[in-house]
């Protein structure tokens, strides 16, 4: 809800409610009126909710699930486990396993989807959960070690979360990358995406694309167009949050091809096929609304989302999402 200069927001989840604005009063006010409609117990300001946990400080906010952590560590038995140092294998063959099929799913099924919800302030299991995901008609042994192992990663950190500073610049910046002809069964590719406003992490996808690229610079274009769909939709939701952005967006990608064919006006044969989504980030970036840079691949944050990678780039990419450990390890 907004007036002239007053803002209110209020998000409901069946019977839990979180109220924010930038007027005290306004919201105090609402609060009231809602008393008077309904039975609600006010529990002040926000620390917890749905499972996140809450602190912040003059400095800023911090998210995390590290009682949800804590509690998929204890249901799994794997409290006094060894940690992992990463969350995946590198080599991992998920796609062609050949074990035995699990006499009861139920379980895995149950732990995956635990782990999808982690992911709301763990950008760095996206991409083993979206491969777990994909398993859960029929999963087998080798699926259910590599979901140990991704709880085992997180008894590193149960505490880790993601960090909102309190002073930001307020500029969207999106990177994108993809993984060309990634599934072994399909040959689609996979598309990494992550956004972040300011030094702040605010959106991340990893996702299988749902055609077949014929080269590594259509899928990255392909990733180009998402990417960018996400940020113009982000761009209006800060509109809404009355937060203006006036100013070109940015977009980051480690191919040199489609960054080209972004700043071509010249369609060759072998793109037209994919001319809509080259017209689309196009048009965005002659109208100023978008602003193309390129990034070395081992610099790439959107890599953690297409691949598995080993422990020193894993480690390296991590520290550039904006992730915090307030907790020690468990």
Not at 31 to 43: A, E, I, N, R, V
Not at 170 to 194: E, F, H, V
Not at 266 to 278: A, G, P, S, Y
């Amino acid at each position: 809800m907004k007036t002239n200069t007053n803002f209110l927001a209020v998000l409901v989840y069946v019977d839990d409610m979180i109220n924010t604005g930038n007027d005290s009063f306004q919201c105090q006010k609402f609060k009231q009126f809602l008393h008077g409609q309904f039975h609600l117990k006010d529990l002040g300001p926000l620390k917890f909710f749905l499972g996140l946990e809450v602190a912040r400080n003059p400095e800023g906010i911090f998210l995390s699930q590290r009682k949800y952590a804590l509690d998929i560590l204890t249901d799994t038995g794997l409290s006094g486990a060894k940690p992992s140092p990463i969350p995946m294998s590198q080599q991992h063959q998920l796609g062609r396993s050949t074990s035995t099929p699990l006499t009861d799913p139920s379980s895995y099924r149950r732990l995956v989807g635990r782990l999808l919800y982690l992911t709301i302030t763990r950008p760095d299991i996206l991409y083993v959960v979206n491969i777990l995901s994909q398993y859960m008609h029929s999963p087998t042994l080798d699926h259910h070690d590599a979901a140990m192992k991704v709880v085992r990663y997180i008894k590193n950190s149960p505490g880790q979360g993601l960090f909102f500073p309190s002073q930001n610049n307020l500029q969207l910046t999106g990177y994108c990358d993809a993984d060309w002809g990634a599934c072994p069964k399909t040959r689609r590719s996979i598309t990494g995406c992550y956004i972040s406003l300011g030094n702040a992490p605010i959106s991340w996808r990893t996702k299988k694309q749902p055609t077949v690229s014929r080269s590594s610079a259509e899928a990255e274009y392909r990733a180009m167009a998402g990417t960018t769909s996400e940020l113009l939709w982000l761009r209006a939701l800060l509109f809404d949050l009355t937060i203006p952005h006036s100013q070109p967006m940015h977009l980051f990608c480690d191919n040199q091809a489609a960054l080209h064919i972004a700043a071509n006006p010249v369609f060759h044969e072998r793109t037209k096929h994919i001319e809509l989504d080259c017209h689309f980030v196009r048009e965005r970036i002659q109208s100023n609304e978008l602003c193309t840079h390129f990034i070395r691949s081992e610099d790439q944050p959107a890599d953690l989302f297409t691949k598995a990678l080993g422990f020193s780039s894993f480690q390296r990419l991590l520290g550039k999402l904006g992730v915090s450990f307030l907790h020690t390890p468990a």
